[in-house]
């Protein structure tokens, strides 16, 4: 009735510790019913800070990046950049992805 956008829509706006739950509850729901699924693999990507974050006198270098819930999909590839480097990760559920290793091999050959 309010179409396919709201869920996204609320996710914008919902902290994570709401959001991943009632993901999981909708991709199950999705699963049941294979033939709606929508997406197989999510990409985000995010502008980060043109300049390393310091805290106080100590500077960041090491970012730990996560990503959307998991929404049916079979992976997510996060994005982000920070100063100078570029960092990703892939995010998949053990149920979906029988060789998680493959795919940062494969992102890794692409890059190549």
């Not at 310091?54 to 819930?69: C, K, Q, S």
């Amino acid at each position: 009735l309010l179409g396919p956008e709201l869920v996204p829509e609320w996710l914008d706006h919902l902290p994570p510790m709401v959001a991943e739950p009632l993901m999981k509850l909708y991709a199950r729901k999705r699963q049941r019913h294979p033939e709606n699924l929508d997406v197989n693999v999510v990409v985000s990507n995010v502008r980060g800070p043109a300049r390393p974050w310091f805290f106080r006198f100590a500077v960041a270098d090491e970012i730990y990046l996560t990503g959307p819930p998991d929404s049916g999909a079979v992976a997510t590839f996060v994005f982000w950049d920070y100063g100078d480097r570029l960092y990703f990760a892939i995010l998949s559920f053990a149920d979906s992805v029988d060789e998680p290793d493959e795919l940062a091999v494969g992102l890794g050959h692409s890059l190549d």
